[in-house]
């Protein structure tokens, strides 16, 4: 027994001896450092050109390291783990990678491309088409962006395409078509994909395409104007006016998107700017002399120091990026300038200067930089302070307990019970957060019983909050009057659902004994449980415009889901159903004809000439759709 009870003893002590006291057991060589909490969960990754002297500072006690969580180190951490590196380039690297793959709760959180729109040139077809893409893949395609918003990207798009005549259509659409299609009819595409065009004109477009998007925007114009006068000295006027023509636009567009600056050629520009504990990074891209993109990165509460936060920034902005300028100018100095200099120069392949420039024109953009970055903040805090102010008149009116910072709504769709699905949105602060959609295939009801199938989507719904895997919403709005609330209360009843409002939104309806054009409705009315009489909210405000948000929201995502799921049970049945066809050859048909509507229309002949599809195995398949094609024929 005396020994049972001392080793756990024994045990303990060596646990608890506090990680400041072992700080002199760290090495001195270059790595990073992986921070855990009691729990054992990473909190904070970093990196150190000398390991044991950056992990002392965290617990210096002069204090020099403002970070908020620096503070709560002695209460919050557990252990410090260590991966070894040869040099502190390399452990730029492996932080990255670290961050990327734990998303510790301390770090940064840079959002990666998936929320930014780029433009791609492929080159895997001899017609490549320019087209909008979320990631950037190493397949050796030419990648433009990211752009801050859609509606950038494809304006670029469709500028580009106007006046560049590249290819619209997918590669599917492209090898089937047999006549030119409308773009050509406007004179915005040379049907490469049924005239004779040659790949050596095409690729000259492509090549022009690179280069506006590239902001070599001047040297574009000259060559346009270089082979506009080689086309009228060879009497092809037609030609030389397509080419002035393209010429202007170009210099109109670079009017309207950039300013030019002396004596400036390739650079990026960061500044930071704070809106007290919220920070924010303002990025510009300047390409021959003139700024071809900005956009603002938020990055949430972070109270690190600026030359901290920026350093991380940059690290992150650049590892997924092939374009990386000679000269990045930065608004306060930062960690290890030296080592992120030297990594950027290898992936550009030259030398890469890091400036913090403190005068002249440089200093001003800089300046520009960070103003642009508080901005931001500002404009982002006064929708979110309108938001809450909204969020809490709800509150108020319908007399809920919690402010509802999380809203979740449902909706049920379905044809007469057939192909049921629903749809769960999220609202956050009050705006909707795509991230936490949900949608459910309906299980056990065939029949069009939306009081049963909202009883099965709740329940699904709310055990996965109980497993601990769902996060408990605040207030639930269900489409629908009393019966609808009823309904929900008994699930949350038998669920022990606590702590959550529930209200239920009723559609307008028409008044009674009305005819005519003028017809009465009444007003849209908020039922809430242990209130008798619908609570009106005022038409047109925000708390009713709010609610009637979410609804409609819920309902266009069920709707979506429920055509998609209908969609791909009619494709899957119709061919599954045919002897010989599995999922392999469905997919493959498909992707050779493009449609199942032209895979009904083909002969046997033409399906024998799909991968897998023998003679046998074609002939059944054309057989089976012969009342298609006769259907097809009458009308």
């Known amino acids: 027994m005396g020994t049972n009870d001392s080793t756990p003893n024994e045990s303990n002590q060596t646990r608890e001896i506090p990680i400041r006291e072992r700080l002199s057991e760290y090495p001195t060589t ?90 791609r040139i492929g080159n895997e077809h001899p017609y490549p088409r320019l087209e909008v893409v979320r990631k950037r893949r190493k397949d050796g395609a030419k990648y433009f962006g990211p752009y801050a918003s859609a509606s950038m990207a494809r304006q670029t798009l469709r500028q580009t395409n106007r006046y560049f005549k590249l290819r619209t259509c997918r590669d599917n659409d492209f090898k089937n078509r047999s006549r030119p299609c409308l773009e050509y009819q406007i004179k915005r595409c040379d049907a490469p994909c049924v005239l004779d065009v040659s790949p050596e004109s095409y690729a000259e477009n492509v090549r022009q395409v690179s280069l506006f998007l590239d902001g070599r925007g001047d040297q574009l114009v000259d060559h346009l104007r270089e082979r506009m006068a080689d086309a009228a000295t060879n009497m092809d006027f037609e030609q030389a006016a397509t080419l002035r023509d393209q010429a202007k636009a170009v210099e109109a567009s670079l009017q309207r998107q950039a300013v030019v600056m002396n004596r400036m050629t390739d650079l990026d520009v960061f ?83 890091l400036k913090v420039p403190q005068r002249g024109e440089r200093r001003r953009m800089v300046e520009l930089a960070e103003a642009n970055a508080s901005s931001s903040l500002k404009l982002d805090q006064g929708r979110q302070k309108r938001q809450r102010e909204v969020l809490g008149e709800l509150q108020r009116r319908l007399r809920l307990t919690k402010f509802p910072e999380r809203i979740e709504c449902f909706d049920i769709s379905n044809v007469q019970g057939t192909d049921p699905v629903a749809s769960m949105v999220v609202f956050i602060d009050g705006e909707p957060d795509k991230s936490e959609y949900r949608r459910f295939h309906i299980r056990t009801q065939s029949t069009p019983d939306d009081f049963l199938m909202m009883k099965e989507t709740l ?11 769902w996060d ?164």
């Open 459 to 469: 329940t699904r719904r709310f055990k996965r909050s109980l497993e601990g895997n």
């Open 271 to 353: 500044g930071v700017g704070r809106e007290g504990p919220y920070a924010a990074v303002h990025v510009q891209e300047v390409r021959g002399g003139r700024i071809k993109r900005a956009q603002a990165f938020k990055l949430g509460k972070n109270e690190a120091p600026n030359d901290v936060l920026l350093g991380q920034f940059v690290e992150q902005y650049y590892l997924d990026r092939t374009s990386v300028p000679k000269e990045v100018l930065l608004s306060t100095h930062t960690e290890d300038m030296t080592t992120l200099a030297d990594w950027l120069s290898d992936r550009l392949g030259s030398r890469v200067q």
């Open 30 to 119: 270059p790595g990073v450092y992986l921070m855990k909490d009691k729990a054992g969960e990473i909190v904070y990754v970093g990196k150190a050109a000398n390991l044991r002297s950056r992990l002392r500072s965290y617990f210096a006690r002069s204090g020099g390291d403002e970070r908020f969580f620096v503070h709560l180190l002695d209460h919050v951490l557990g252990d410090i783990e260590v991966v070894l590196t040869r040099t502190a380039k390399e452990a730029l690297l492996v932080e990255n990678e670290l961050i990327k793959t734990h998303q510790p709760r301390f770090n940064i959180k840079l959002k990666d491309d998936k929320n930014f729109l780029n433009l």
């Open 472 to 635: 408990i919403p605040d207030l639930v709005v269900i489409d629908g009057g009393k019966g609808q609330l009823r309904m929900v209360r008994e699930v949350f009843l038998d669920l022990n659902v606590r702590d959550v409002d529930l209200v239920s939104l009723a559609k307008s309806r028409l008044l009674e004994g009305q005819s005519g054009d003028d017809m009465d409705r009444s007003p849209e009315r908020v039922f809430v449980p242990g209130v008798k009489d619908p609570i009106v909210l005022r038409q047109n405000s925000a708390p009713l415009y709010l609610l009637a948000r979410l609804r409609d929201e819920a309902h266009r995502f069920a709707i979506t889901f429920h055509r998609n799921t209908r969609r791909k049970r009619r494709l899957t049945s119709s061919l599954d159903d045919i002897p010989g066809i599995g999922p392999g050859r469905r997919n493959a048909l498909l992707r050779h004809f493009g449609s199942l509507k032209k895979v009904k229309l083909a002969s046997a002949d033409e399906l024998s000439q799909v991968r897998g599809i023998s003679q046998a195995v074609a002939q059944t398949i054309f057989d089976t759709f012969e009342s298609d094609r006769t259907e097809n024929n009458t009308q």
